[in-house]
């Protein structure tokens, strides 16, 4: 079992910044991927970032190369999710998810709103 949960989202105009943070217990942390997904209304939801369980590689959406980075402190058990030059189009409910097994563990989600 892995419980997660996510916080630091809010309202930030275009071209702003915002740090996610997700804090994970249960199974060891650093045994595991970390993902960011995220919805938005009306829509399904979508892949963000990755990172692997020690944080050497990364992977990113097309959408948000060059602008999202995703890092993890596995002493803190916290994947992170720095957001920065935010459009509108990134309004959305942001989730930290881990894949384990056959099993994917979600949190509650943070929402971010970008206003123009």
């Known amino acids: 079992q892995v419980q997660l949960e996510e916080s630091g989202g809010g309202v930030v105009q275009a071209g702003g910044s915002l740090r996610l943070s997700c804090a994970a217990s249960?199974?060891?942390?650093?045994?595991?991927?970390m993902d960011w997904f995220r919805q938005a209304p009306g829509k399904e939801r979508e892949f963000v970032a990755r990172?692997?369980?020690?944080?050497?590689?990364?992977y990113y959406a097309d959408s948000v190369k060059g602008r999202f980075t995703i890092s993890r402190d596995n002493v803190k058990n916290t994947v992170y999710l720095q957001m920065n030059s935010l459009k509108p189009e990134d309004t959305a409910r942001y989730y930290c998810?881990?894949?384990?097994?056959?099993?994917?563990?979600w949190g509650q989600g943070t929402q971010v709103t970008v206003s123009s």
């Open positions: 998810a881990a894949g384990i097994g056959t099993v994917y563990y």
């Open positions: 249960g199974r060891t942390f650093s045994s595991y991927a």
């Open positions: 990172i692997n369980w020690s944080g050497s590689s990364t």
